[in-house]
């Protein structure tokens, strides 16, 4: 999927992959790319730029984690990022629920 049909969703997805627990950069991404079964396969360019604003708006915030032998910064939601994705999730079902109701009237 082109990174333009996630336009005004990717908060909400980066925040549901990041509601697991905290991960690194690459994590997220991967995480991104598993759980929507190879959909969402987005380039760092895209999804480093969104975690800064994620953080700057306080829905997220990020430490350097030196485990493993390298030092990576870590991406962890916060309580306000919490209390976002719940937001948008239910914006986002009623949404669904919307279009697959006007959906189910049109006949083939």
């Given at each position: 999927m082109k990174t333009g049909q996630l336009k005004g969703n990717l908060d909400l997805v980066l925040?549901?992959?990041?509601?697991g627990g905290p991960l690194h950069g690459y994590a997220v991404i991967a995480g991104l790319r598993d759980r929507s079964?190879?959909?969402?396969?987005?380039p760092e360019g895209t999804?480093?730029?969104?975690?800064?604003?994620l953080e700057r708006d306080g829905l997220v915030r990020s430490s350097w984690d030196d485990s493993g032998g390298r030092r990576r910064r870590t991406?962890?939601?916060t309580p306000r990022?919490?209390?976002a994705l719940a937001c948008q999730?239910?914006?986002?079902l009623t949404f669904v629920h919307g279009v697959n109701s006007v959906l189910a009237a049109v006949t083939p």
């Amino acid at each position: 999927m082109k990174t333009g049909q996630l336009k005004g969703n990717l908060d909400l997805v980066l925040l549901a992959v990041l509601s697991g627990g905290p991960l690194h950069g690459y994590a997220v991404i991967a995480g991104l790319r598993d759980r929507s079964e190879g959909a969402f396969d987005l380039p760092e360019g895209t999804v480093y730029p969104a975690l800064h604003k994620l953080e700057r708006d306080g829905l997220v915030r990020s430490s350097w984690d030196d485990s493993g032998g390298r030092r990576r910064r870590t991406y962890e939601i916060t309580p306000r990022g919490e209390r976002a994705l719940a937001c948008q999730r239910e914006q986002w079902l009623t949404f669904v629920h919307g279009v697959n109701s006007v959906l189910a009237a049109v006949t083939p």
